[in-house]
């Protein structure tokens, strides 16, 4: 019987866990040191917001572990020697495996500003993370966020709820508009000031200023502007966690370096989630991909693989969806936020600012590329099958309204972006 170690509790280890459980009866331990039992990290902020309960965020009951038989392990890995097959936790030293997953998640980034290790300052990442926001924030009056991402506004809705003053600091044109089009930014933008947040574009952090106590009182920009507050949110993404894998003969570079089938460059040694970069390119997909989703995929991969059944990891077209405020977002192929040479768009926006939706087509094949939509909720199998089969714009435009996922009494659109659509495609031909 092999000794199947998982370093990490997020989607991607215990989704290997489990599917490892239901085809194999090998000893399974799961090393995490951020919390004992799994837990939703998408539900962070609504913990904060007071909508939920700590208890609530774990999908599985605590008795569910030890009756299918998955040892949970509280500790740190600080060092993996692939050679011995053990690694070397903080307070139980020595742990020996016959089989390692690495699926050890991200960590926020900081590019050595002055004053960045000061109190009050922070990403948002793991649960100690929100424990920390909770002790940094109390009794604050604003608070500054440094950077334009789905984290960043996440913090942005967490602090407004407790009557503290947000100011973003976006170095782009308009609100991630190095990941959306520009559309899209725009709206984003507009929606973010509504909800009564500075958001300022064009500009950077200079320095974190310090009290004198060892916290914040201030940042100042690359504009040389003084802007007085008691929390920074360093929200400028994050980054594989992978320090403790220094010296471990498991090769790495952004990330852990994995093939087709998530093996790492040593036998019996494998990678998951947020920690790994492709060495293999996927048509549309980034080497790096840190979403929920991808890392839910790769454990089922895996488990596959060491249960006798070798399975390459072939995600499909990309999609993802997140929330800006009370905006949904969704996006399914590849809008990127500037068209390629090859590439024409269509673009409709409801005359309430809040709703609109991007596609995007190959203008010599008519071949459907991909479609954002803020506002309205789409089905994902919809469009995952559309994309698969090479649809032309003109077949997704059509059934538009099958792939809409509003419940019975939203508004429909569908009507509208059609007969946009077919105006602004003649105009092109004409």
């Not at 609530?56 to 030890?66: I, L, R």
């Not at 993370?129 to 909770?134: H, K, P, Q, V």
Request: proline residues 2%.
């Amino acid at each position: 019987m092999k000794h199947i170690v998982i370093i990490g509790n997020g989607i991607s280890g215990i989704t290997a866990a489990r599917s490892i459980r239901k085809r194999s009866n090998d000893n399974i331990t799961v090393i995490s040191g951020e919390t004992e039992h799994f837990f939703s990290r998408t539900a962070l902020m609504y913990i904060y917001m007071g909508h939920m309960k700590y208890e609530n965020t774990k999908p599985y009951e605590d008795w569910f572990w030890k009756k299918n038989r998955i040892e949970l392990v509280k500790d740190y890995v600080e060092k993996v020697d692939s050679e011995s097959k053990k690694l070397i936790l903080r307070n139980r030293g020595n742990f020996k495996y016959d089989i390692l997953i690495i699926a050890s998640g991200s960590k926020s980034n900081k590019f050595g500003w002055p004053g960045q290790d000061l109190k009050g300052v922070q990403g948002l990442y793991s649960f100690q993370d929100l424990e920390l926001m909770e002790q940094n924030s109390k009794g604050i009056k604003h608070a500054v966020i440094v950077g334009g991402g789905l984290i960043g506004i996440e913090m942005a809705e967490m602090l407004l709820t407790r009557k503290i003053g947000v100011t973003i600091l976006v170095r782009e044109n308009e609100f991630w508009s190095n990941v959306l089009p520009i559309q899209e930014a725009n709206l984003i933008s507009r929606h973010v000031r509504s909800h009564h947040v500075d958001l300022r574009l064009n500009i950077e952090l200079k320095e974190i200023q310090s009290d004198g106590n060892g916290k914040v009182k201030s940042i100042v920009t690359n504009k040389g502007e003084t802007i007085e507050c008691q929390f920074v949110g360093l929200t400028v993404g994050v980054s594989p966690n992978i320090d403790f894998l220094k010296n471990s003969g498991i090769e790495t570079k952004r990330g852990v370096l994995v093939n087709e089938y998530l093996e790492t460059n040593v036998p019996n040694v494998y990678a998951l989630g947020d920690c790994v970069e492709r060495k293999h390119d996927l048509p549309g997909r980034r080497n790096i991909e840190q979403v929920w989703y991808t890392g839910r995929m790769m454990g089922e991969v895996v488990a596959q693989t060491i249960c006798g059944e070798k399975t390459k990891y072939e995600p499909g077209p990309w999609f993802n969806s997140a929330k800006f405020f009370d905006i949904e977002y969704q996006t399914y192929g590849n809008v990127w936020n500037e068209l390629k040479s090859n590439e024409m768009e269509f673009y409709w926006e409801h005359a309430s600012g809040t709703k609109c939706v991007h596609v995007v087509w190959d203008k010599l094949t008519n071949q459907f590329l991909g479609i954002n939509t803020f506002g309205i909720r789409m089905r994902h199998e919809c469009f995952d099958k559309w994309l698969r089969e090479k649809r032309s714009i003109d077949f997704v435009i059509e059934h538009l309204a099958e792939a809409n996922f509003d419940p019975e009494f939203f508004s429909r659109h569908e009507d509208e972006i059609v007969s946009e659509y077919k105006k602004v495609t003649s105009l092109i031909s004409q």
